[in-house]
């Protein structure tokens, strides 16, 4: 996957470089590990370790085997994410890990189980999921939580249901040092309540102290206060879902009349 990854990057213009998180991480003597996944049917769904490679593909430790799963007829393809082995191997890990990577599986797979479901059991399943994730994150840091842990909570894509909604904005939280309280930002958006994914990487790595490479894209994340944080993120989503649904018919009509001018 990693020469693919290299030669699909190299064909773009943004310069992003497969695995640099991990080589930096480990010019430092500092080590990432990934587990869990979002495996389903007989495939291996395992993307989340791409964030802990190497530029060779290699992921320093983690485990990501099927032997994270159980059996549940009442879920999506018959499984879902045991959480008793994922929370022991979770803090196995912690314990050599600088950076360690969960994948939680379960929403994914509802995710990818959507064409099968009516749109309540699509939600339920997706609620069920997400509440099942949210007791083992607390069980997590109850278990390892140290007051110099940088805790991000993520999705990297958005539901099936929502692919077609413009905006295709997904959550993210963020704690810990030098994160404080409020609205998420980056230098990269210069906006209150929005980051990116590339922003991420050069977090993790200020965080540990460890200076964040020239060629490496995003900036770090830090919060800026509000009183009413959760209104400020509703009406942005739609300030944001409305100026991308605006911008395709206008960008069309502008090329339309671009083009007859042209001609003319």
Do not use: C, W
């Amino acid at each position: 996957a990693a020469p693919l990854l290299v030669r699909r990057n190299a064909e773009e213009d943004y310069g992003a470089k497969p695995g640099l998180l991990a080589e930096t991480l480990k010019s430092t003597n500092k080590r990432a590990s990934v587990v869990g996944n979002a495996d389903f049917s007989s495939k291996h769904h395992r993307e989340a370790a791409l964030i802990t490679m190497d530029s060779s593909g290699l992921v320093a430790e983690g485990q990501v085997e099927r032997e994270l799963l159980a059996q549940d007829p009442a879920k999506p393809f018959g499984l879902k994410t045991d959480y008793e082995k994922l929370l022991a191997a979770s803090l196995k890990l912690l314990e050599s890990s600088d950076l360690l990577i969960v994948e939680l599986g379960d929403s994914s797979r509802v995710n990818a189980y959507a064409d099968f479901l009516t749109e309540k059991a699509f939600a339920e399943q997706r609620r069920a999921a997400l509440l099942e994730g949210d007791a083992f994150l607390g069980r997590l840091l109850r278990a390892r939580r140290g007051e110099n842990d940088l805790i991000v909570v993520l999705s990297p894509n958005p539901p099936r249901s929502f692919k077609e909604l413009p905006g295709q904005l997904t959550p993210l939280i963020a704690a810990g040092p030098g994160i404080g309280h409020g609205l998420l930002t980056s230098p990269t958006t210069r906006r209150n309540g929005l980051v990116t994914n590339t922003d991420i990487a050069p977090t993790v790595l200020e965080q540990l102290g460890i200076p964040v490479p020239e060629d490496m894209s995003g900036r770090s994340i830090t919060a800026r206060q509000s009183d009413s944080p959760l209104r400020f993120l509703l009406r942005s989503e739609e300030k944001i879902m409305a100026a991308a649904t605006q911008r395709k018919p206008i960008l069309t009509v502008y090329v339309a009349l671009v083009f007859m001018l042209l001609v003319l």
